[in-house]
């Protein structure tokens, strides 16, 4: 098949001319429904009865849309590729590796920007924006900064204005991306000074970390570096 490669993005608050600067392929398109984008795409291309290849369904499609999408297009018959692809994805070369060093380098110096922002009285607004400043100046194509901690914010979210105070605890999700390679990393911070029991408790989970990373060798079971923890 000669045709053009397209993207299709579920954007939320993004919008396409943000979106577009941060991919090679020229053809982008937006979707509410991810089946029913496919098959005009599909149809478009002359492909309503063709044998097509997939990545990646069983573990990131939405089983009702795969479902829909299977009974709009009853001709197509589409063959897993998981195996082949996932051959080409472990092949990296020095260039592949240098730009997944360079993410990982950017969003450790985040978190020690960080460190030093999250502190009583400080704005969470105003430490996170600096946070991402310091992400893009340093190379990043796109990020992604995600918090918990407070009364209103237990879990994962977009960050919530608020103003720290001693005591406080959040956790702090970032990610790097750069040419399609992302970093991502987790940090709890006690601001201000921490309770003897979160001092231990974080000990206990940096010895954790320690351990499964020398656990997490090649050939290792995944069973085994969740053991080391």
Known sequence: LDAPPVVLVNGGARTLPSIRPMTWIADVRMFAS??????????????AKAQIGTVGVSQSFPIGEWNDLRS????????????????LRRKKDAADVAVTEQASRILEEAFTIAAALLRP???????????????R????????????GGPDNNDLAPPVERRLED??????FLGVE???????????????????????????????????????????????VAAAA
């Open 34 to 47: 991810m089946s029913k984008k496919l098959v005009e795409l599909l149809a478009e291309h002359g492909l």
């Open 72 to 87: 709009a297009l009853p001709a197509v018959t589409f063959v897993k590729r998981d195996t082949e692809f996932e051959r």
């Open 121 to 135: 009285g400080a704005s969470t607004n105003e430490a996170f924006a600096l946070v991402e400043r310091s992400m």
């Open 137 to 148: 100046l340093a190379g990043a194509e796109d990020v992604r900064i995600l918090t918990s």
């Open 167 to 172: 005591g406080d605890t959040i956790m702090l």
């Open 178 to 224: 750069i040419q399609r390679y992302w970093s991502e990393a987790a940090q709890t911070f006690a601001i201000g000074e921490p309770s003897a029991q979160a001092g231990d408790l974080a000990s206990r989970a940096r010895a954790a970390v320690d351990a499964m990373e020398a656990a997490a060798v090649a050939g290792a079971r995944y069973s085994a």
